[in-house]
């Protein structure tokens, strides 16, 4: 059996076959667990570089909070040199040593102790253990004097003092600039009198004259006057406006008769059967609608009548004006 010429013929007794079923790999990492090569572990490298990244980030943040925490000094203040920068820049204080109780006896034993071994016999090299080496305490140092306690009291006291960092310069410029603008002082009085006024100062400032007042009210009451004797533009002509007091004396008067006419007719039997009754009902209808019609003429704001203008001081006189205003009357 020949085979085309390309083309490769599969054997399936052939080894890498063999090894593919007994050792069988998925995916291209387990092919190379398979050589013997370790692979990338890309997992654990974004972690680390995202935690790279935190830690970065937290450091610059620090940072700017740092700076921005940073302490306030004015622009021509920040080269200025403080006066106790030599002090601080000093190194660390040195130790005082003081007595301590049973200090003496210390010291004798130490002697006796180094005076001792100093006499002892050696052992032979079998019977004999390495001693530990231990060294000696140090000496005591002398006892100060009064003199020297007292000069060492009074630097610790001056050191003490220039610790205080305070920044006088900075705290004086910000109480300037905090500061409440002063108030102006009233203008010296030169006389004794307590009647005379302060020089140059009036209470009254800023206050409108009372002279300037009453001339407005004067002002507007002549406005008024003028608005209310001023013809009227909408009056026909041949006709007057009816005063104010008169216009609601007649309406009073017309309400009063609508409520008499209205009591007697309620007065009327419940069947009108004569011809008495009858007419009776018919007038008092009608002068009830003839009041109503009046009413609502001289309800209005404005009522223009003929020239002259009758007035009756009856009630009856009254409705015979009113009808006559209705009818010749223009309401505007």
């Not at 390309?6 to 990492?29: C, F, I, K, M």
């Not at 006796?112 to 050696?122: G, I, L, M, Q, R």
């Not at 009036?202 to 004797?229: S, T, V």
């Amino acid at each position: 059996m020949s085979f085309p010429r390309g083309v490769r013929r599969r054997d399936g007794n052939s080894s890498e076959a063999v090894a593919a079923l007994l050792n069988p790999h998925e995916g291209y990492r387990e092919k190379l667990k398979k050589r013997g090569i370790t692979p990338k572990d890309f997992e654990r490298e974004n972690k680390l570089r995202l935690k790279q990244m935190q830690r970065q980030n937290r450091e610059q943040r620090a940072r700017e909070e740092a700076a921005r925490r940073e302490a306030f000094k004015l622009t021509r203040f920040k080269g200025v040199r403080p006066r106790v920068f030599s002090h601080e820049e000093g190194g660390e204080e040195q130790k005082h040593a003081f007595l301590r109780r049973g200090g003496a006896r210390t010291s004798h034993r130490h002697e006796a102790w180094a005076s001792s071994e100093a006499h002892k016999s050696p052992l032979p090299p079998a019977f004999s253990r390495p001693a530990p080496k231990a060294a000696p305490p140090p000496p005591k140092e002398p006892v100060p004097s009064l003199d020297e306690l007292e000069k060492r009291s009074r630097e610790l006291v001056a050191k003490m003092s220039l610790k205080e960092k305070r920044d006088f310069v900075n705290a004086n410029a910000w109480e300037v600039i905090r500061k409440s603008p002063a108030k102006p002082s009233p203008p010296v009085v030169h006389s004794t009198d307590k009647q005379q006024r302060l020089i140059g100062y009036n209470r009254n400032f800023g206050r409108i004259p009372k002279y300037l007042l009453e001339r407005k009210e004067q002002w507007a009451k002549e406005e008024e006057a003028r608005r209310l004797n001023a013809p009227d533009p909408d009056c026909p002509p041949g006709m007057t406006r009816l005063d104010e007091d008169e216009r609601l004396r007649t309406l009073q008067v017309l309400r009063q008769s609508l409520d008499e006419a209205r009591l007697q007719l309620n007065h009327l039997p419940l069947r009108v059967e004569t011809q008495r009754q009858i007419r009776r009902k018919n007038e008092l209808e009608a002068k009830l609608q003839e009041i109503e019609d009046a009413i609502k003429v001289f309800d209005r704001s404005k009522v223009y009548v003929a020239l002259p203008l009758a007035k009756s001081s009856s009630t009856r006189g009254s409705e015979k004006d009113a009808s006559f205003h209705e009818r010749s009357g223009a309401a505007a």
